[in-house]
Structures are given as C-alpha cells and as structure tokens.
C-alpha cells in the first residue's frame, strides 16, 4: 500500500485545515489508518487512527475536540480535519496504515507539512 498525504500549508492560529491520504495498492489490507505527526525535536506522536472496517476511531488527548478523522472508502482516501489549530500543532503530519492489528503501522506516506503561526 502506498500512501501520499496532502494539504499541509500555512495557516494562522484559530483557523483550520483538513489534510488527505490517498492510498493506493491494496488498502483494502489495511485495518487501520492512522495520522501521526512530528515537530521538529520531538517525537513522533499519534493524533487519530481509525479503522478501515468498522470507522471506529481513536483521537490523542490534544486532538480530542478539535481534530476529526474520517475515511471515504470509495475514493481510498482518509481525511484529518483540525479547527481551532495553535501554533503548538506546527508538525509534519504522517499517514500511516496498519495491516495487523494490535501491531506496528507497516505503511508510511511521505508527510505533509502543516505550520501554524501566532
């Protein structure tokens, strides 16, 4: 499964973004998808994961409220939609799929990056 996110820009603080991952392959391996994201320094955290079957999710104590994750099924692509964004958000913003569940996300996009100024 190969997978290309999109949508990362520049964007002031309070407003929104909605970032894609488009998956192609074999996404219909996958158990779930994940957006993770990374600030320069820092470790990588996970934002919001949800599974490709039953759209169960999942959402990081910092992204609860604010972010939502969703997936279209028909067009392969999982979104990340983030209002309300602050500067503490600035990050490369990673889609990632997970075969197995319970396991380590096996597919990783290139990452998009995502800028919030004050």
């Known amino acids: 499964v190969q997978l290309l996110e999109s949508g990362g820009r520049l964007v002031q603080s309070g407003g929104s973004l909605r970032l894609s991952c488009l998956a192609s392959g074999r996404p219909f391996r996958l158990n779930a998808m994940g957006w993770f994201r990374q600030a320069p320094g820092k470790e990588r955290d996970k934002v919001a994961a949800i599974n490709w079957t039953n759209d169960r999710t999942h959402y990081a104590d910092f992204a609860e409220g604010r972010f939502t994750i969703s997936k279209d099924n028909a067009a392969n692509t999982v979104y990340l939609q983030m209002n309300n964004l602050k500067p503490e958000d600035t990050a490369v913003y990673y889609c990632?799929?997970?075969?197995?569940?319970?396991?380590?996300?096996?597919?990783w996009g290139q990452g998009t990056q995502v800028t919030v100024s004050s």
């Open positions: 990632a799929g997970q075969v197995i569940p319970g396991t380590e996300y096996d597919c």
